[in-house]
């Protein structure tokens, strides 16, 4: 079955330490979404791409990066996680110019 | 205001009752609707959407958006414990863009 996939599905990791989160996708969308998700908020847009352009979400923090090598995989790092940055981390893929978005089961990030 | 605002719940209704969802919005160019379902600790998946005004069945659910008002409804119809999970309505316009605004969701309970 077509698919996205997103792994770990939980990660903890510690203060400042740096994560990274993946996502992959069998779907062959062009348009690659990553949302921040806290507990009953809205799913926030942190970047998408469309293919390989790049935009970042004007209020995403400097210290949230993220990668596309390629149109299966996105990544997501966070180079010195902070207590408020615990939440879900959902990746969403698109096909060109439509309003649907196929979700992966989030990853579940925990900071100490 | 924010753009899109929905009552996070919960909402606890008895097996067989017809639930209604609601959301409202602010921006008038908004065109797609779309309600999105999330079980507990998975990822939305997209439940139905609706181009501008008027009904749309498929099922049990069907979704109603009455753009005079700005206001967008999922109806559900006998609903069963299995529909217990977070809806949320996301919109998004057409054209350039389409990025959907995420409402924060509600949460419905459906107890046998």
């Known amino acids: 079955d077509a698919m996205v996939i997103q792994n770990p599905r939980y990660q903890v990791t510690q203060f400042g330490k740096p994560v990274t989160l993946s996502c992959s996708q069998t779907l062959n969308h062009n348009v690659m979404y990553w949302y921040q998700q806290k507990s009953s908020q809205a799913p926030k847009l942190l970047f998408h791409?469309?293919?390989?352009?790049?935009?970042n979400e004007a209020d995403t923090p400097d210290n949230f990066q993220s990668r596309r090598p390629n149109t299966s995989f996105c990544f997501l790092d966070i180079r010195s996680p902070g207590l408020g940055d615990a939440a879900m981390y959902l990746c969403?893929?698109?096909?060109?110019?439509?309003?649907?978005?196929?979700f992966g089961p989030g990853t579940r990030l925990t900071v100490t | 205001q924010k753009e899109v605002e929905q009552d996070p719940g919960p909402l606890s209704v008895p097996e067989g009752a017809i639930v209604s969802l609601n959301c409202t919005y602010s921006n008038s160019a908004f065109q797609y609707f779309m309600w999105y379902r999330q079980y507990s600790r998975k990822g939305p998946e997209l439940l139905m959407y609706t181009y501008s005004s008027g009904n749309k069945e498929d099922g049990r659910f069907t979704a109603q958006v009455d753009k005079s008002s700005k206001y967008i409804s999922l109806f559900i119809r006998d609903s069963q414990p299995s529909d217990s999970a977070t809806y949320l309505c996301?919109?998004?316009?057409?054209?350039?863009?389409?990025?959907?605004?995420f409402g924060r969701g509600t949460s419905l309970i459906v107890h046998p």
């Open positions: 791409y469309y293919d390989k352009d790049f935009n």
């Open positions: 969403a893929t698109s096909p060109d110019d439509s309003y649907e978005q196929y």
């Open positions: 996301a919109m998004t316009s057409s054209g350039g863009s389409y990025i959907p605004t």
